[in-house]
C-alpha cells in the first residue's frame, strides 16, 4: 500500500532551512513532501530551489513573498509548516498557520518574549493544533545518556546543576555580526542560544523553571569596547572593505558560495548584511551572562554563557542526593550557511563521570554519532519527516516544552533590566 505523504511548505530560506528541506529532498522523499517556499527575499527562495535541483536532485518549488503566506497555505493545503524566519517573526507564522488549519514545526526559539509567547499557547488552545519544537541537542547519544543516568537515580535526587557554555571567536562572534545583534529580533543570546540549554536541563531533570535571576553585558564586543582595548580603526561591514583585511573576526561573503548566494547577491531586495563588524555600533545583546534558576523540585542551577572563548563546547555538572555527574563536551565550531549542516555542533569530544558518594568513580561510555549537534539531527529529522519510533526518553519537543525553556531567558532578560528575580509564572499562564 502506499504511503500518503505528509505535505509540508517552508517560510523562511536562510541559513537553517536547508536543514529541513534537505531531509525532505533525500531521507525522507518516500514519506514527506515539500511543495513550497515563502520568504521576504525572492534570491534567497531561488537559491533555495537551486540547491533542491541541482545538490539535491528534486524539483523546484513555488515560492510566495511573506505578504502571500495565506495564498500559500490556501493553494498548496500543507499538514504542516516549517518556520526558519527571523526569531521575531515566529509566532506571526506559526499563529497564522495554526488559524489555518496547519501543524507546525518551528525552529527554535519558538518566540522571543513572554507576550508572544502567550499568544502562542492561546491560539494552540483556540485551534487544537500541534506544534514541534527542533530541539535537536535532546537527540545526541550523550544527551539522551544524561537523562538515562538522572531518571536511573544513579545520584539520587539532583538537588542542583552546574553549566558553563563556551561560544568560540568563531561560532560567538557570528551572532555580533549579523540581525541577532538587535535582541529585538533574537530575544539575545539568552533565549536565542540558550533556549537550547535551557529545554535541555528541563528535560534532564523533569523539571520547570519557578524563579530566575540573572546579570548580563556587552564585555567584548561592540565598538565602545574595542575603544577601550586600544582599538582605533573601525569598519561597517567586511566584504570588500580594505580596513577589514587581515581581521580575524571579518567575514567575506565573496569567499563562500553558499553565503554570497543567500546574503550578498541577495542585499538589493531587503537591505540585509550577514557581515557587519562584530566591533561596530548597534550591538544591544550581551555577550557576558550568569544566571540563577530555581525549579520547580527546588532543584537550582548557576548556569555561565560566553561568546568569545577559545573553544566551543560546554561543562555541566549535577549534583544529587547520592553523587555528583559530570560531563565535558567539545564540539565543532562554525559559521551558519558558511559549511556542510552536519558539521554544525558535531561532536569533537566528550566526556562522562559519575561520582558515586560511597564509590569509585567511572567513566560511561555513549556510542559515537556522527552529524550535525552531536549526531542529534538525524534522529529528530526522522521523529519529524520519516516513520518514528517508541522514544522512551520522550524526546520530541512540543509548545509546552518550546515556552518552559524560552521562558527561563526572557525571564534573565527581565532580570538583567529590573535587577530583581523573576517569577516564571508572572510571565505567561499555561491554561
Not at 170 to 178: M, P, Q
Not at 281 to 306: F, H, Q
Not at 331 to 358: C, R, W
Amino acid at each position: 500500500m502506499e504511503i500518503k505523504k505528509k505535505r509540508f511548505v517552508l517560510v523562511g530560506t536562510g541559513g537553517r532551512s536547508e536543514l529541513f528541506f534537505a531531509a525532505i529532498a533525500t531521507d525522507f522523499k518516500d514519506t514527506s513532501e515539500l511543495t513550497a517556499f515563502c520568504d521576504v527575499n525572492q534570491t534567497r527562495m531561488d537559491y533555495a530551489n537551486k540547491l533542491l535541483v541541482d545538490k539535491y536532485d528534486y524539483p523546484a518549488v513555488r515560492t510566495y513573498k511573506s505578504d502571500e503566506f495565506d495564498l500559500m497555505i490556501e493553494t498548496e493545503k500543507p499538514d504542516a509548516v516549517i518556520v526558519t524566519s527571523v526569531d521575531r517573526t515566529h509566532h506571526r507564522y506559526i499563529i497564522r498557520a495554526m488559524e489555518l488549519g496547519c501543524d507546525v514545526v518551528s525552529e527554535k526559539p519558538m518566540t522571543v518574549d513572554e507576550k508572544k509567547c502567550q499568544e502562542i499557547l492561546d491560539t494552540v488552545e483556540r485551534t487544537g493544533r500541534n506544534i514541534r519544537v527542533t530541539f535537536n541537542y535532546r537527540y545526541a547519544p550523550h544527551h539522551t545518556m544524561a537523562r538515562e543516568l538522572i531518571e536511573s537515580g544513579v545520584i539520587g535526587k539532583v538537588c542542583s546543576v552546574h553549566f558553563e557554555w563556551l561560544l568560540n571567536i568563531l561560532h560567538g562572534a557570528d551572532y555580533f555580526r549579523r540581525w541577532h545583534r538587535d535582541k529585538r529580533n533574537s530575544g539575545g543570546l539568552l533565549v536565542h542560544k540558550s533556549t537550547h540549554h535551557f529545554d535541555l536541563v528541563n528535560f534532564w531533570i523533569g523539571s520547570q523553571p519557578e524563579t530566575v535571576f540573572a546579570f548580563g553585558d556587552l564585555n567584548f564586543y561592540g565598538r565602545e569596547n574595542a575603544e577601550q582595548r586600544g582599538v582605533t580603526q573601525f569598519y561597517d561591514r567586511a566584504t570588500g572593505n580594505k580596513a577589514a583585511v587581515g581581521d580575524p573576526f571579518a567575514l567575506q561573503l565573496d569567499q563562500s558560495e553558499s553565503l554570497k548566494a543567500l546574503y550578498l547577491d541577495a542585499e538589493h531586495e531587503d537591505g540585509y548584511r550577514r557581515d557587519q563588524s562584530v566591533f561596530g555600533d548597534g550591538i544591544n545583546i550581551e555577550d557576558t551572562m550568569g544566571v540563577i534558576v530555581r525549579y520547580k523540585n527546588n532543584a537550582i542551577m548557576t548556569y555561565s554563557l560566553n561568546a568569545y572563548m577559545p573553544w566551543e563546547g560546554y561543562r555541566i555538572a549535577f549534583n544529587g542526593t547520592k553523587g555528583r555527574i559530570e560531563m565535558s563536551i567539545v564540539e565543532q565550531s562554525y559559521v551558519n550557511a558558511g559549511g556542510e549542516k552536519d558539521q554544525e555542533g558535531a561532536l569533537l569530544g566528550h566526556k562522562i563521570t559519575v561520582f558515586p558518594m560511597f564509590g569509585a568513580p567511572y567513566e560511561v561510555e555513549v556510542d559515537e554519532a556522527v552529524g550535525g549537534h552531536g549526531g542529534g539531527d538525524t534522529v529528530m529529522l526522522n521523529d519529524i519527516f520519516g516513520t518514528p519510533v517508541y522514544d522512551k526518553f520522550h524526546r520530541a519537543a512540543n509548545h509546552i516544552d518550546g515556552a518552559r525553556s524560552i521562558l527561563t531567558g526572557i525571564a534573565a532578560n527581565k532580570a538583567i533590566r529590573t535587577g530583581l528575580p523573576v517569577n516564571v509564572s508572572d510571565l505567561v499562564t499555561f491554561k
